[in-house]
């Protein structure tokens, strides 16, 4: 059909309301009994797309993050909410047991609830300074900083969920850690330990030094 005028724009899906950070934060979620399930949700269909966490890790973090949720640092907390809310949304599509879809309504979006309390807590946590921008799964878990993954994480889920202006602004959230941790420096990105497997963590890094 030649002639005809062609827009690349494209139209945002309506997206939950609680996902704009402008509003009201809602009271913090609380473990349920399906959160275990969200949390092997995530470990089962999203780690391929977050390898930068170790199963291992993460349910040791959730281990405790049950027990004592006050006895873990801030950063690491946020890191167990950005992957509850991502197992979440598995879960609002399909059960563990099949892929027939199911829907939740917006009120039960549990998902929403625990990505708006991993904003929270990174917020609270402020601009401390952190060791590395990927913190290392060789490491003792007392050790490593998991600021950047939680935000890694977050920004995953809101690939799925969020329109476009959210995602920028946890994008622009992750290159300012980047800049703090001088990834946008040649010097430092030839410093990573990286694997030629690792397609998650180069296209991160790609992204990180880009920009």
């Known amino acids: 059909m030649a002639g005809l005028p062609v827009t690349l724009d494209l ?7 609680m996902l704009d950070l402008s509003t009201p934060c809602p009271p913090a979620p609380v473990l349920e009994a ?14 391929p797309f977050c390898s930068y966490i170790s199963p291992a890790r993460i349910n040791d973090l959730f281990d405790r993050y049950t027990t ?6 801030p ?7 950005s992957c509850l809310a991502t197992g979440y949304v598995r879960l609002r599509y399909f059960g563990r047991s099949g892929r027939a879809a199911r829907r939740v ?4 979006r549990t998902d929403v609830r625990w990505f708006r309390a991993c904003v929270k807590t990174l917020e609270e ?24 993954d939680a935000l890694s994480t977050l920004w995953f889920y ?22 703090d941790v001088g990834l946008h420096q040649e010097q430092t990105t030839l410093t990573m330990e990286a694997s ?7 296209v991160f890094v790609t992204i990180i030094y880009c920009h």
């Open 196 to 202: 030629a497997l690792d397609q998650a963590d180069l």
């Open 158 to 179: 809101s690939t799925l969920v969020a329109d476009t202006d959210l995602q920028v602004t946890i994008a622009s959230w992750l290159l300012d850690q980047g800049r």
């Open 125 to 148: 946590w402020g601009s401390a300074s952190f060791t590395a921008i990927r913190a290392c799964d060789g490491c003792s878990v007392g050790t490593a900083c998991s600021r950047p």
């Open 68 to 73: 004592s949720k006050s006895a873990l640092a």
């Open 11 to 17: 139209n945002e899906v309506p997206t939950h309301p």
């Open 105 to 108: 309504p917006e009120e039960e």
């Open 75 to 81: 950063d690491r907390a946020a890191l167990v909410e």
């Open 34 to 47: 399906d959160s275990r399930e969200a949390l092997d949700a995530f470990i089962d269909y999203c780690l």
